[in-house]
Structures are given as C-alpha cells and as structure tokens.
C-alpha cells in the first residue's frame, strides 16, 4: 500500500521559515520524481515544486522559487519542502505527490499518481 505522510506545517509569522517532509513507503521511492502542491481555500490545487528522482532536477513555480527548495534524501525515502521568506498567500494546505511513472519529472497534478493527506500552513501578518 503506497503511503505518503507529510509533517512540519504550523503556523508562523510574515518572514519566517518552515521545513516540510514527506515520507514515502509502498513505492520505491528511488525512481520517482517527487513534488509538492498547496491547495489554498476556495482555490485550485496548485503546483509549487518539484524535483527529479536523483535530485538532479528541479522545478518551481514563479511565486516560489526564490523562497522555496525542494530536496530528498533517497536513503530515507523523504522529500523535503524548505519554504523561507514565508508570507500571508502562502497559507494552504501543502501536499506531497509522487510521479505516475519512473524518471519522470512533471508539474501537472495529472503526472502524479499518488498523493498525501497534506499539511496545513498558516502564515500571519
């Protein structure tokens, strides 16, 4: 049974920082891209990062990518989320995903097949 459990959400204030992680079991992680997706109330799901099955790789969207890094430790089988600069339009709910298929990398919630239950962030003001 494929799982992915993400932690490290909260709450913090304008300009902090915050470190998700996402393990991973039931797949092998080894040979997957990875992503994380954030999902804001009343909003579509939408893509933040992501990076290719050694690490090699990696995307992110324009409103992140100054501010966010996406990384994994295959050893572990966990990828992590390090979001800096934190604002209030970063408040959601975070998800982790793994892709549809071997050494793919994709930002599309249609290149990813299994997902997590997600975390929640709130930054304030």
């Known amino acids: 049974q494929v799982r992915l459990v993400e932690s490290g959400g909260g709450l913090v204030q304008a300009g902090g920082s915050l470190r998700l992680s996402c393990v991973s079991s039931g797949l092998t992680f080894s040979v997957l891209g990875m992503g994380w997706f954030r999902q804001a109330p009343g909003k579509e799901r939408e893509f933040v990062a992501a990076?290719?099955?050694?690490?090699?790789?990696?995307i992110a969207a324009d409103s992140v990518k100054d501010r966010f890094t996406i990384f994994r430790d295959n050893a572990k089988d966990t990828v992590y989320l390090q979001m800096n600069s934190l604002k209030p339009e970063d408040t959601a709910t975070y998800f982790c995903?793994?892709?549809?298929?071997?050494?793919?990398?994709?930002?599309?919630?249609?290149?990813?097949?299994?997902w997590g239950q997600g975390t929640h962030v709130t930054v304030s003001s």
């Open positions: 990076i290719s099955w050694n690490g090699g790789s990696t």
């Open positions: 995903a793994a892709s549809r298929k071997n050494f793919a990398l994709g930002k599309g919630t249609d290149d990813f097949g299994s």
